[in-house]
């Protein structure tokens, strides 16, 4: 049998174009500054998250606002709130990125399947893809995690089902219209094989799209992760999580500011440093991104 490559691509040059966005910059460096915090916890966190100092708390029992000894404060418990924001890092991110890349396989699979292939198995993935866009995200999530019983997999799972619907949906639409092009119907005359076409041929014309969709997603993921934690449906006390570190804070909030601050600084930074990067890679991956600039 012929093989027969897909066309070149244009040489858009993805990296030199990423490199000329601001924004890519901005948003790496928060990205990266995350990550760091959380691959180096072990090394930066002055104790461990789960040590109740005895001189944690004050006289009257509340929580020890930032000082030398506790350069972000302790919590209700007397534990310090450095070491307990970088270990909810580690939780947090690692939650969301195994989740992310998870929907990302699986829906780009299901949308694969549902665009290329017509009748009964387009119209079985699509019904289920359409049921689950049919609930808003955090209620189908609230309802899964009040059904299973809250632990890091359980999170993983639930992330994971409410995510990779729209996946699946956009991809099967750009499927739709890279297989009625020219050098499919060629693949198919030479009698090439439906998966060697799948993914050989239209997988690398519409890999751009899941990779977007996959650095925009990242955001959204952590903030239904910490969303779960926070409403005790997530990732289950003691472990250090940034959203059941609001919650612990949320009944404390005037006398102890910090404990709710502490965990919300660190999402906040995490989900502006990947929209930011994610929309830098998209506008880098866009054919029409060097020709505005260089008409500018």
Known sequence: MVELSSPPKPQNGFWAQLRRIPRAWIGGALVL????????????????????????????????????????GTDHLGRDMLSRMLYGAQVSLAVSFIANLTAAVFGTLIGLLAGYYSGVIDWVLMRI??????????LLALGLG??????????????????????????????????????????????AKDRYIIFRHILPQIITVTVVWATLSFASTVLVESSLSFLGVGVPLPTASWGNMIAEGQ?????????ILVPTAAILITTLGFNLLGDAVRDALDPRTSQRQKAS
């Open 146 to 191: 009040s059904v299973l019983r809250p632990s890091i997999p359980v999170v993983i799972l639930i992330l994971t089902i409410i995510t990779w619907p729209a996946l699946a949906r956009l991809v099967r639409s750009q499927v739709l219209t890279v297989r009625e092009r020219t050098f499919i119907e060629s693949a198919r005359a030479v009698g």
């Open 33 to 72: 500054f995350m990550v760091l915090c959380a691959a180096f916890a072990p090394v930066l966190s002055p104790a461990d998250p789960l040590i109740q100092f005895r001189d944690g708390l004050s006289q009257m029992g509340t929580p020890l606002p930032p000082d030398q000894k506790f350069p972000l």
């Open 251 to 259: 009944s404390r909030y005037r006398i102890a500011p910090w404990m």
């Open 129 to 138: 893809t359409d049921v689950l866009l049919a609930f808003p995200a955090i």
